[in-house]
């Protein structure tokens, strides 16, 4: 007993939580940055990572790359990499960045912390509290002429626990898989990812409601415009605007005070323009289908649940981190350790059709098979990516974090991604101190 307790004694003055520590026994403080060697991680192979990212740059892999890495909570590699724009202008590492999908996972941490209050159930038909999704419709036929469509009535009704794991048969519009949906929306105004037009999030889910689906809810996996439906949800729910939630109930308490759907005007500077790659020069993207200046222009009132965040690495690392400390950090408890549980459990089964991975909550979760595979972390590492090149995972069992934000648009020959991930679990380099 004495020896455990010197053991966490040492830990403790080093900063390092133990990976076998309760998590209540050392309150984990808010993330700091520390010497690699102190969290087990080799600054040699660190410098691998350096020559990685930098040599992605100089070959015009990418643009600009932030990358951040958090061992034991503790900050270990925060470093910024090439231009944040196509004019030259330095990319800082606390630049920035449209994160996109990686929203969904903090609006679906929205609707488990409501949850846990005991407000609803995750099996309640969403028609419960949006009258709208009351009836829902199956796609059953399309006339390509003039983009209408014939359907039938499902024999199940949509549910949150549908919407927070993408079976509820909703599309995704504008980058949906099928053009019969994409058509559909199109023709119908569903604004699915960003806007600068005067349109609220309630107004556009309330349209939704009246368009077919892909399928029976609860029978197929189809990555859907369901979080920003529970972004309505949460509203409705909480009684106030889902970005006053969010600022409430997740970013104040973790500190993440660069994460916002609509830029403050003292950070709009900050924001890192979205390039593309033209006859091999980088070009700041021109607008498509949206804006890609949303975050600090326009009417700012559509507060996209499944895409419209932007935010940095290290206030994404607080996300992150506060997960694998089972809901809390800094002493603010954002969910309890059992809620965190059913969040990375297996919500989907087969429907997500990998066997490297599953789907939980709120995540992509590695499995045994995954794990053995190779290169993509422990069994239960949970990750994501955004429609802008930004990717995440998290580790509980190393107790590690890597972040990689870029913003490009368009075909690339980027690598980044599955490397950084590599070398960053590469460069664990510790012995582990048996806590048994």
């Known amino acids: 007993m004495k020896s455990k307790l010197l053991q966490l004694l040492i830990l403790f003055i080093l900063g390092v939580t133990p990976v076998a520590a309760q998590p209540n026994l050392l309150q984990q403080k808010a993330l700091t940055e520390t010497n690699p060697e102190m969290a087990g991680i080799s600054e040699e192979r660190l410098g691998k990572i350096d020559k990685m990212l930098s040599e992605a740059v100089e070959e015009d892999q990418i643009p600009g790359v932030v990358a951040l890495i958090a061992r034991n909570g503790n900050i270990v590699y925060h470093k910024a990499f090439g231009t944040s724009d196509a004019n030259g202008q330095k ?16 609006t679906a941490t929205a609707v488990m912390i409501l949850w846990e209050e005991g407000k609803f159930k995750l099996d309640d038909p969403i ?211 059992t809620t965190v549980k059913s969040i990375m459990a297996d919500q989907v089964g087969d429907l997500w059709g990998g066997e490297n991975k599953f789907y939980g909550l709120a995540f992509g979760v590695i499995t045994q098979k995954g794990q053995d595979k190779g290169g993509e972390g422990s069994i239960g590492t949970f990750d994501w990516g955004g429609y802008f090149n930004t990717q995440y995972f998290a580790d509980p069992e190393e107790n590690i974090i890597g972040i990689l934000l870029k913003q490009t648009q368009g075909p690339v020959n980027d690598e980044t991604s599955w490397k950084f991930r590599r070398m960053v679990m590469a460069s664990i380099d510790d012995l582990r101190l048996n806590m048994e």
Request: charged residues 25%; hydrophobic residues 35%.
């Open 127 to 337: 028609s419960k509290y949006i009258p709208e999704f009351k009836d829902a419709q199956i796609l059953t036929g399309f006339k390509e002429e003039d983009s209408s469509f014939t359907s039938k009535a499902a024999k199940n009704e949509i549910t949150i626990r549908h919407l927070l794991t993408h079976t509820s048969g909703l599309g995704y519009g504008m980058i949906d898989g099928d053009p019969r949906i994409k058509k559909i929306y199109q023709k119908a105004g569903i604004t699915e990812l960003f806007t600068t037009e005067n349109i609220s999030i309630g107004d556009m889910v309330k349209n939704l409601a009246k368009l077919p689906l892909h399928h029976e809810p609860g029978e197929k996996y189809t990555y859907s415009v369901g979080l920003d439906v529970l972004g309505y949800f949460i509203e409705i729910i909480s009684g106030q605007p889902f970005d006053q939630f969010l600022r409430e109930r997740i970013f104040e308490p973790l500190e993440m005070h660069d994460t916002w759907f609509y830029l403050p005007e003292n950070k709009s500077e900050r924001l890192v323009n979205v390039q593309e790659n033209k006859d091999g020069k980088w070009q700041n993207y021109s607008a498509t289908f949206y804006d890609v200046d949303y975050p600090v222009k326009g009417e700012k009132k559509f507060f996209s649940g499944g895409a419209g965040l932007s935010s940095t690495a290290k206030d994404y690392a607080a996300f992150l981190q506060m997960y694998l400390n089972n809901g809390e950090l800094n002493g603010k408890r954002i969910l309890s350790r």
């Open 91 to 106: 990319l800082h590492r606390n630049d920035i960045f449209r994160i996109a999908s990686q929203t969904k996972a903090i």
